[in-house]
């Protein structure tokens, strides 16, 4: 490696006692930013203080950085630096009208734009980029450092990773698993256990969930078409379950099938239109196309909850009718209270005439 990436960085010429300094006279001037091709893009500085020149630079989107650097210095405290991209596609120069009182000009080249430069299986290659993955496939080099050495690189494929996420994906389903058997089980001890048993809506979603793991990939290959054939498959009470000397077997011997039945060998998937997306990609589009606006998920929601209003409407009324039937109730019984009163004060009445009554004795 003769030469690592590098961005063009300026520095102002001048140093500055303070971030609120009024530069060319506190008059507005122009920053003008001359790209690699030679175009040239002024900038009007409204703001004249550094903090302003810094500010304005970084929100005209030029593809540079702007910033201040505190020297510490008790005179002269403050600098403007300003970088650009790695590589010399993106070097570029500055150049102000700020001439009256304190200036500004950008005359300190704190960098110089450059590409990395090395040499890979004895051809020459430059890149803009210390990070470079499109030279040995599956392999990102990291330039840190220029070196006349010659390195030899080995390259092995671990399957660790991707038995990672196999993994974690199982678990997933089987957590999801366990919630929706809980919902369609009357007698699960969960606060919400056969809220969900007679939904046929639901049912369905259940059915399409496990049919996305034990159905063939849309994008099987010579080797494999469905997940039971890498070792992943269903145990007798809906869950899945992994034969890891069998996963590890597939890995080994066909990494490159397992890659293709999960992810159709891309890692740009599009949940739009109709593609064969493998075992990952469609599950990732049935998910969204489930909790979509109009999809199932969202549409069973909302059937329920206008059956909640409405249940809620008829409690309402119900309550209503009750209310004026106690009324009515306790209106009879008052009025039949009153009534035995009266009678029992009549009685009260008659039976006291009665006892007071004269009678002659005969002898």
């Known amino acids: 490696m003769t030469a690592i990436a590098a961005g063009d960085r300026w520095g102002s010429t001048n140093t500055y006692d303070a ?109 803009s980029s210390n990070s470079i993955n499109d030279l040995i496939d599956g392999v990102t080099l990291n330039l840190s450092g220029i070196t006349a050495s010659t390195a030899t690189l080995s390259v092995s494929q671990t399957t660790d990773p991707i038995k990672t996420r196999i993994t974690d994906l199982v678990e997933v389903y089987n957590a999801v698993h366990t919630q929706l058997d809980s919902l369609s089980d009357p007698d699960s001890a969960d606060e919400l256990g056969g809220v969900l048993s007679s939904d046929g809506g639901f049912s369905n979603i259940t059915r399409q969930l496990q049919q996305m793991f034990s159905s063939a990939s849309s994008t099987a290959t010579d080797n494999l078409s469905y997940l039971a054939e890498i070792g992943v498959e269903f145990d007798r009470y809906g869950k899945l379950e992994i034969d890891n000397d069998l996963l590890d077997s597939a890995l080994t011997n066909y990494f490159s099938d397992v890659v293709s039945i999960f992810s159709a060998d891309t890692d740009n998937q599009s949940t739009v239109g109709d593609a064969n997306r493998g075992i990952a990609g469609d599950a990732i589009k049935k998910i969204s196309d489930l909790l979509a606006l109009d999809g199932t998920v969202e549409s069973r929601m909302s059937n329920l909850e206008t059956r909640i209003s409405d249940y809620q409407q008829d409690l309402e009324d119900l309550d209503t009718r009750m209310a004026r039937i106690q009324e009515r109730y306790i209106a009879q019984f008052t009025a039949m209270e009153t009534a035995i009163d009266r009678m029992n004060s009549t009685k009260e009445y008659l039976k006291s005439a009665l006892e007071n009554l004269p009678f002659t004795n005969k002898q």
């Open 19 to 127: 971030l609120t300094t009024e530069l060319n006279g506190g008059s507005t001037f122009t920053v003008t930013y001359t790209d690699s091709s030679g175009t040239d893009t002024a900038v009007a500085i409204v703001d004249t203080t550094p903090q302003g020149v810094v500010d304005t630079l970084n929100e005209a989107d030029l593809g540079i950085t702007a910033s201040i650097v505190d020297t510490g210095a008790s005179v002269g405290r403050y600098k403007i630096v300003v970088s650009g991209d790695l590589g010399t596609d993106n070097g570029f120069s500055l150049a102000t009208t700020a001439a009256s009182g304190t200036t500004l000009a950008f005359g300190d080249r704190l960098g110089t734009a450059a590409d990395a430069a090395l040499t890979v299986n004895g051809v020459s290659v430059t890149r």
